[in-house]
């Protein structure tokens, strides 16, 4: 069975700290997808990144980056200079590659629990 | 915006009535599903489609039941809601091609008193 754990709460911190949301998980498949989605205080889920499981590139995007590390099964998201705009919950996910499982595999999303960040100004 | 609507969008009902939620995509999407959110839960996937008549249980199914009888419409009833099924509930559906990544609806807000 497919497990993503968010050890993080929450997380307070002043506006420009760099933050870091970490994410283990597990899984049994060698083909696999990983995603961060945001969710901000108006409640839609916000689709942040993907990664495969075979690219452990690290991705830059603005102040985002993510951090994927197969070794330590942790995709770790760091928001440099955070700014009051990022207080959300984030979740990271994890999900089969379809046709996994001799073609059962459906892509269904396993989430973490969530980590609330709030970012005083 | 990948062109999903729920409706309702908020709910309010009776313990033992039943609910219908409606998802509708506009983009001819394949794959289906619906999660509830509770705290300290993050998402958990209820019921999922791939097709239309093609549908399977999830991890938290028990209470739930889904129809697909068309491509853009993906429903989720309640047959007797009870308290425990108060969360919020959102849609998705999967982009395939390069990316296979969920896309969400805005989620309904459902009460059972």
């Known amino acids: 069975a497919q497990k993503v754990t968010q050890a993080q709460t929450e997380i307070s911190v002043v506006e420009k700290e760099d933050v870091t949301l970490d994410c283990v998980y597990e899984?049994?498949?060698?083909?696999?997808?990983l995603f961060w989605y945001k969710q901000p205080p108006s409640g839609e889920l916000v689709f942040l990144i993907r990664?495969?499981?075979?690219?452990?590139q690290n991705e830059i995007s603005g102040r985002y980056s993510w951090n994927f590390q197969k070794s330590t099964s942790s995709f770790n998201f760091t928001i440099t200079a955070s700014q009051v705009v990022d207080s959300a919950v984030y979740f990271c996910a994890l999900s089969e590659a379809i046709g996994n499982a001799g073609g059962t595999s459906y892509g269904k999303l396993t989430f973490g629990q969530g980590t609330i960040l709030t970012v005083h100004p | 915006d990948a062109g999903i609507t729920q409706s309702p969008r908020h709910k309010v009902t009776e313990t033992g009535t039943p609910v219908t939620l409606r998802c509708h995509q506009t983009e001819n999407h394949r794959y289906m599903y619906w999660y509830r959110q509770d705290p300290g839960h993050g998402l958990r996937l209820i019921h999922y489609s791939y097709g239309v008549k093609d549908t399977d249980k999830g991890e938290v199914s028990d209470g739930y039941s889904v129809s697909r009888s068309k491509t853009e419409d993906f429903l989720l009833t309640l047959e007797s809601a009870t308290s425990s099924q108060t969360s919020v509930y959102f849609c998705?559906?999967?982009?395939?091609?390069?990316?296979?990544?969920?896309?969400f609806g805005p989620g309904t807000r459902l009460t059972v008193l």
């Open positions: 899984t049994r498949d060698t083909t696999y997808y």
């Open positions: 998705a559906i999967m982009s395939r091609g390069s990316t296979d990544t969920q896309y």
């Open positions: 990664r495969n499981s075979f690219d452990e």
